[in-house]
């Protein structure tokens, strides 16, 4: 006997990554899940609530905050008392007034950190603005630029996709042509360390982007600026330069496409079968593991964690 779905049989795409253009950001999804597959796969198909780390609570903090500060100096908005002075470097009375402000907005959400963090991320974002000084915040052409485009893997096998993802702010160089700057809430990792190599990828990936946003622009330097190297026992050196004039630089852009488009097929496969694979045994670093909800009975970290009550 046959069924009216029968005559559907065969045209109906199955496969959802092919009935829909899906999105992905770099930091949202190609790095997670690079850096564990299962706490990806948990959180962001299945769905379950990620305790925040306090690296992201400190980061979101410290990035609104900076956007504070451009916004002051532009005369966009009143410094800590309520006044427009655009042109003039915010004092500590205003970093704390914004830091105050970023906080209370992340408190509003539910998300929090103590008070003795609170005190660090303020002083943390008044080095900033001393060091950086007038001269950063006019050099911004833009901050929060919002990158969105469609990525054809030349890979037949792998279904175009929508890669999306925010730069932190564009800056004028001295020679005429823009730099790329991105804030990381965390040290400057060892030059050979494979977290500083997927910062770059996530760099690499979206110098193209702006590029096309910015056709008449040569795209000249990428900066991931380490905030935390300003900290008082920090290296005092914040900055991590990339030359995208340098000939060489296009292959490891290729590259940083290529394994961004594997990774999407991963996730793609991960969707379809429900199947997040575990990362080999000790692989994770211990911060991430350590911030995991999965760490209690996961035997892929290193460590034994106890439960303990609160
Ligand atoms: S405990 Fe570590 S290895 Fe296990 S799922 Fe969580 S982050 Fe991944």
Redesign the pocket.
């Known amino acids: 006997m046959t069924t009216p779905l029968d005559n559907l049989r065969g045209i109906l795409l199955n496969q959802p990554s092919q009935q829909l253009i899906d999105r992905y950001s770099f930091t949202g999804d190609i790095h997670p899940y690079t850096?564990?597959s299962?706490?990806y796969g948990?959180f962001e198909h299945y769905g379950f609530a990620r305790a925040l780390p306090i690296q992201a609570w400190f980061g979101d903090v410290v990035h609104m905050t900076i956007e504070m500060l451009f916004r002051q100096v532009c005369g966009d908005i009143g410094d800590s008392e309520g006044k427009i002075q655009p042109d003039l470097l915010p004092g500590d009375k205003d970093v704390e007034f914004h830091a105050t402000t970023a906080i209370s907005i992340m408190k509003s959400k539910g998300i929090n950190a103590r008070e003795s963090s609170h005190e660090v991320v303020i002083n943390l974002i008044k080095k900033f603005n001393t060091t950086e000084g007038l001269n950063f915040y006019k050099r911004i052409v833009k901050s929060e630029v919002r990158l969105e485009t469609i990525m054809e893997p030349e890979d037949k096998e792998i279904n175009p996709y929508i890669m999306n993802g925010v730069i932190d702010v564009l800056i004028s160089s001295t020679k005429g042509s823009l730099e790329i700057w991105d804030y990381k809430a965390m040290r400057k990792p060892a030059e050979n360390d494979p977290k500083l190599l997927v910062l770059k990828k996530q760099m690499y990936n979206y110098v193209e982007i702006v590029q096309l946003l910015y056709p008449d622009n040569i795209i000249s330097t990428a900066v991931l600026y380490f905030v935390n190297e300003l900290l008082p026992d920090g290296s005092g050196k914040p900055e991590y330069r990339i030359d995208l004039t340098d000939p060489e630089i296009s292959s490891s852009i290729s590259e940083a496409r290529t394994f961004a488009n594997e990774v999407v097929k991963k996730i793609r496969d991960g969707k379809t079968t429900g199947k997040f694979p575990?990362?080999g045994k000790g692989t994770?670093d211990s911060q991430?593991?350590g911030a995991?909800f999965?760490?209690w009975s996961?035997p892929?970290?290193d460590k034994e964690y106890t439960l303990q009550a609160p």
């Open positions: 850096v564990c299962k706490q948990t575990l990362p994770v991430t593991c995991c999965l760490r996961c892929s970290t």
